[in-house]
C-alpha cells in the first residue's frame, strides 16, 4: 500500500465549477498536510499548508484535514482556467529531515 | 535573491554515461532534497541533507549519488545511466525553522537516456 494515494485524473471542469481533490494516507505519524500546484514544465509552488484536522480557507481554496479517517481535501470555488496545473497532496512529519511525501498529482483542466 | 537553481535544464545521455546534475540555492536553507518526477508518479524522493556534510537515503536511491560540501551546493550524481533514469529531476530546499514544512523547488532538469 502507498503511504499516500491521490487519484491522478485528468480531470476537466466548466470554467466556474467547484473543483474537489483528495487524497488519502496510511501514516498516522504525518504531521504536516499540504498542497502543490505545479503548472507545466514547472517546479510545484506550495498552495495551501495545514498542520491539524479542520478546515483552512485562503480566497477560493479551502484545504481540509480529517486525520481520524487519513483523508484531506482541497477544495476551489468559482474555478479558473488559470487553475489548471496539476495538484499534489503532500505530507511530512518533524524528524528525519523532514522528508515530505508526495501523492501521484491529480491533472485539472478548466475549460473557458 | 535566485531562489533554487538547476542546471542543466535539459540533457540526453547514452546507456553506460555518467553525469551530474547541479542544484544551488541562496536562501541559507540547511535542508536540501532531490525528488525526480516520473508521469503520473508524484515525486519520489532520492536523496536528502540537514546540512553541510550529511546526507541520507531516500525512497529511490539506487543508482544515484550526492554529497554535500557547502550549504548552498547539492550536486546529484548519475553513475553507468540506465533507461530508467530517464525523468525529471527536482531540487528542494526549506528552512529548518520553518513553521510551514514549505519546500521550494528549482525548475526542474528533464534528462532522457537513450
Known amino acids: 500500500q502507498k503511504e499516500v494515494e491521490q487519484d491522478p485524473g485528468p480531470l476537466s471542469v466548466p470554467e466556474g465549477a467547484i473543483v474537489s481533490l483528495n487524497c488519502t494516507y496510511s501514516n498516522s505519524a504525518f504531521q504536516y498536510f499540504m498542497w502543490y500546484r505545479q503548472y507545466s514544465r514547472k517546479g510545484p509552488e506550495l498552495l495551501m499548508y495545514?498542520?491539524?484536522?479542520g478546515n483552512k480557507e485562503d480566497g477560493r481554496f479551502t484545504a481540509q484535514v480529517d486525520k481520524s479517517s487519513k483523508y484531506i481535501s482541497l477544495f476551489i470555488r468559482d474555478s479558473q482556467p488559470s487553475d489548471s496545473a496539476t495538484y499534489l497532496c503532500?505530507?511530512?512529519?518533524?524528524?528525519?529531515?523532514?522528508?515530505?511525501?508526495f501523492g501521484a498529482g491529480t491533472r485539472l483542466f478548466v475549460k473557458a | 535573491n535566485a531562489g533554487v537553481t538547476q542546471t542543466p535544464k535539459f540533457r540526453i545521455l547514452k546507456i553506460g554515461q555518467s553525469m551530474t546534475l547541479q542544484c544551488t540555492q541562496d536562501m541559507n536553507h540547511n535542508y536540501m532534497y532531490w525528488y525526480r518526477q516520473d508521469p503520473g508518479m508524484g515525486l519520489k524522493l532520492i536523496y536528502y541533507?540537514?546540512?553541510?556534510?550529511?546526507?541520507d537515503k531516500g525512497e529511490v536511491p539506487n543508482g544515484y549519488n550526492v554529497s554535500r560540501s557547502t550549504t548552498e551546493d547539492f550536486p546529484l550524481r548519475l553513475e553507468l545511466a540506465a533507461p530508467s533514469q530517464t525523468s525529471v529531476y527536482f531540487c528542494?530546499?526549506?528552512?529548518?525553522?520553518?513553521?510551514?514544512?514549505?519546500?521550494?523547488f528549482g525548475e526542474g532538469s528533464r534528462l532522457t537516456v537513450l
Open positions: 528542494a530546499s526549506r528552512y529548518y525553522g520553518q513553521s510551514t514544512g514549505e519546500l521550494f
Open positions: 541533507s540537514v546540512g553541510a556534510g550529511i546526507t
Open positions: 495545514t498542520y491539524s484536522s
Open positions: 503532500a505530507m511530512s512529519v518533524n524528524t528525519g529531515g523532514f522528508k515530505t511525501i
